[in-house]
T-cell receptor, first 112, second 114 residues
């Protein structure tokens, strides 16, 4: 069974802190790993990772994939209250048809 | 602007009633998906469709049905057989072969059984 596990499930930090969110996976026919941010409704795309060891960056957010150890991390530096959201990790697999398998999400709360 | 529209945003249903959630996209995407989101469980795949007039069961299809008569539309019916239908439902679409950008999601429908 394809599985994506995120940790921690919930995290509360102060503004300005740096956080690391974890995502591990066990799937067949891995194609890519994606990170989404969900504030209230529709998840919004952050990163897509396909190759090991290549960091992707967007402002204060960065992410990297380790295909040997089957995990990814999402880092957020100098956190702001606007970073408060649920962060979803998903693995894109192709098994006849393509589909995304999601983790449980990490609820991040940034306190001022 | 291209995107996915889900309606209604909020829906209340009495036990024993069927209800249909709408999902329409104007992105010319071939593939469409329905996910259910419960607190602490992430998104779980209900049904997906790669082309018109064809769809496949996802991981939690029991108690749900779908149709794909048009490329733009992928409605989801929550039947009375679904034992715990209260949840947040998300529709998504993607180009069949273009997995480089993941999915485009709708804004969701929150269904509450009363």
């Amino acid at each position: 069974e394809d599985k994506v596990v995120q940790s921690p499930l919930s995290l509360v930090v102060h503004e300005g802190d740096t956080v690391t969110l974890n995502c591990s996976y066990e799937v067949t026919n891995f194609r890519s790993l994606l990170w989404y941010k969900q504030e209230k409704k529709a998840p919004t795309f952050l990163f897509m990772l396909t190759s090991s060891g290549i960091e992707k960056k967007s402002g204060r957010l960065s992410s990297i994939l380790d295909k040997k150890e089957l995990f990814s991390i999402l880092n957020i530096t100098a956190t702001q209250t606007g970073d408060s959201a649920v962060y979803l990790c998903a693995v894109f697999i192709i098994q006849g048809a393509q589909k995304l398998v999601f983790g449980q999400g990490t609820r991040l709360t940034i306190n001022p | 602007d291209g995107g996915i529209t889900q309606s209604p945003k909020y829906l209340f249903r009495k036990e024993g009633q069927n209800v249909t959630l709408s999902c329409e996209q104007n992105l010319n995407h071939d593939a469409m998906y329905w996910y259910r989101q419960d607190p602490g469980q992430g998104l779980r795949l209900i049904y997906y469709s790669q082309i018109v007039n064809d769809f496949q069961k996802g991981d939690i299809a029991e108690g749900y049905s779908v149709s794909r008569e048009k490329k733009e539309s992928f409605p989801l019916t929550v039947t009375s057989a679904q034992k715990n239908p209260t949840a947040f439902y998300l529709c998504a679409s993607s180009m069949d072969l273009d997995y480089n950008y993941g999915y485009t999601f709708g804004s969701g429908t929150r269904l509450t059984v009363v």
